[in-house]
Structures are given as C-alpha cells and as structure tokens.
C-alpha cells in the first residue's frame, strides 16, 4: 500500500514537519467571518498540528534514494557519474507535474545519465531541497 505523507516547515519555528496535510480557508482561532483573506495549511501527525508554509509543502513520492531516505517532491537528488568520476554528476529535483499527474524530475546540471525517479531510487543521493538549499539549482 501507498504511503500518503507531507511535509512543510512550520510558520512558527521554520522546523520541518512529516504527516497529513488539511488545507481550510478558517482563521486559526475560529473566527471564519472572512474566511477568504487567510488560507492556512496545517500539518497533523497523530494529536498534534502545526501551520506551515503552503510554498514548503512536499509530498513523499513513495521512493526511496539509495540511503534509504524518502525521496518528496521539492528534494534535489544527484546521481553520480561513477565510481571513476568520467562524467559529470546529474542533478534535478523532483516536483509533481500536474498535465500528466506524476511526479517528474527538472534536469539542473546534466551528467549524460537519464534523470528520472527510478534512477534516483536505484543511484541518487538527496542533496538538498528547494526551500533549503535554493543555491543548489544554480549549479
């Protein structure tokens, strides 16, 4: 089965927070009378909910880099070229592409190897993500 989870940094601390996600257009005291001058995403994990910044928030791809980590979309994953460093590394992110309603990955520096998900699962490494280490997508 697949595994439905989040991510997003708390408004509060900036800390990143893991579990399910609930989007309303209510003001957090309750107080709904213009409910559509604030829009707030909050994310829950068992009792507990935290506000985060709806510009941070990732979904798990249900993949895993070759550390094991959860690969989620906004991770920016290199590939290297191999052992011997004949080519340059690849290096993308990974984002949901809404026309064909599948994640897919943005080539940010390309080594010669196909930069898809499955590589990144088999080969990649997360380096970064795009709320962190914007610099990364310069590269």
Not at 80 to 109: H, L
């Amino acid at each position: 089965m697949r595994d439905i989870l989040f991510r997003g940094k708390r408004i509060d601390n900036g800390e990143w927070e893991y579990g399910y996600i609930v989007h309303t257009g209510d003001f957090p005291n309750g107080d709904c009378r213009d409910e559509h001058l604030l829009d707030f995403w909050v994310i829950t994990n068992g009792y507990t909910q935290h506000e985060i910044n709806p510009d941070t928030v990732g979904q798990f791809t249900s993949l895993f880099d070759k550390h094991i980590k959860k690969i989620f979309e906004g991770d920016i994953v290199k590939i290297e070229s191999n052992e011997y460093g004949e080519r340059e590394p690849s290096i993308f992110y990974v984002y949901w592409n809404e026309p064909e309603a599948c994640f897919s990955t943005k080539i940010i520096q390309d080594g010669g190897y196909v930069s898809d998900l499955e590589n990144a699962m088999i080969a990649g490494e997360i380096i970064g993500n795009i709320c962190d280490n914007p610099e990364l997508l310069e590269v």
